[in-house]
């Protein structure tokens, strides 16, 4: 069993336990943020917890989280479960209280707690082979910059695309694909990569930072720009970025392959270059 991390506390998991009152539980009223371990060691762990700060002022939360006490009970966490490889998965809500629409209370402590997940993610399965991705409307609200955890049209979205025989849906607004359902999309035609501008309607990931600067060291031009289905068709490769996927060839968009139908040569340079930097940069 393992041990997670509550208000404080550490306890046993199935001894955790928040109020029914939490306003996460009743308006999915939080934040969260995943960080990827390899090696015992959290990834960019820095920037998990700017954008942590960024999520919850967005949404006015009272009082912000001291990032030196997070990153001691990561490490806690770490150690306690013996975690090699996989991620720790915090999230932050608002607080407590008697259900009301109206944000009245003053002085609420944030209610905080945080679990890890073996995952293998360095020599991933779909890192290998690459992953089929369907597309969908984007259904969600518009401020998908907040990391928020109003995650079910995510969720249903990338149920229905495994029932289908896909890895995952990528989102679609007005004729533009958006995001993947918990991580950012890009096309690479000869020595471009393009991702979309990052405004309210995408989450800024993380890991797509870093990643830019990975292509540029590879000498490709990275451009911030919107992309259509038939682009993503027409592309040489396709590939997604996120904490717990790093750098991920997609293989395939609807019934369409991508390029030749497999991990692409410059994908899988340009995941080695982010591995690479990435254990290199841990702490
Ligand atoms: N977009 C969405 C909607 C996500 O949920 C995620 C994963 N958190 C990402 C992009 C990728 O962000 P990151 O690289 O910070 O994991």
């Known amino acids: 069993m393992r041990e997670v991390y509550l208000n404080g506390q550490f306890l046993p998991e199935d001894q955790a336990k928040v109020s029914i009152f939490d306003r996460s539980l009743l308006f999915a009223d939080s934040v969260y943020e ?13 920037n998990h917890m700017k954008r942590l700060d960024r999520s919850m002022k967005e949404l006015g939360f009272e009082k912000s989280l001291n990032h030196d006490e997070i990153l001691n009970f990561h490490r806690q966490l770490i150690k306690l479960n013996n975690l090699n490889e ?15 629409f109206t944000i009245s209370q003053k002085n609420i402590s944030p209610t905080v707690f945080a679990f890890t997940q073996e ?19 984007d259904l969600r609200w518009k401020r998908c910059d907040i990391k928020t955890t109003q995650l079910l ?37 000869s ?40 682009e993503v068709e027409s592309a040489a490769e396709a590939f997604i970025t996120s904490a717990t996927s790093f750098v991920t ?15 692409g040569e410059f994908t899988k340079a340009l995941r080695a270059e982010y591995i690479k930097q990435a254990i290199k940069s841990s702490i």
């Open 34 to 46: 995943v960080t990827s371990i390899v090696e015992g060691k959290l990834i960019d762990f820095k």
């Open 86 to 100: 996989g991620i720790v998965y915090l999230q932050v809500t608002r607080g407590v209280f008697d259900r009301d």
């Open 119 to 137: 995952k293998k993610i360095v020599e991933s399965e779909s890192s290998k082979k690459g992953i089929k991705v369907m597309t969908v409307d």
């Open 249 to 263: 060839p997609v293989i395939q968009i609807n019934e369409k392959k991508i390029g030749e139908g497999e991990p």
């Open 191 to 230: 020595k471009n990569v393009f991702t979309r501008q990052s405004d309210q309607l995408i989450l800024s990931g993380i890991t797509r930072e870093a990643v830019l600067n990975c292509a540029k060291n590879l000498g490709y031009e990275v451009i911030f720009k919107n992309f259509t289905l038939p």
């Open 153 to 189: 049209w995510p969720s249903l979205a990338k149920t229905e695309a495994f029932k289908k025989g896909f890895d995952d849906a990528w989102m679609m607004r007005e004729g533009y694909i958006m995001e993947g359902t918990s991580n950012n999309a890009w096309i690479v035609r």
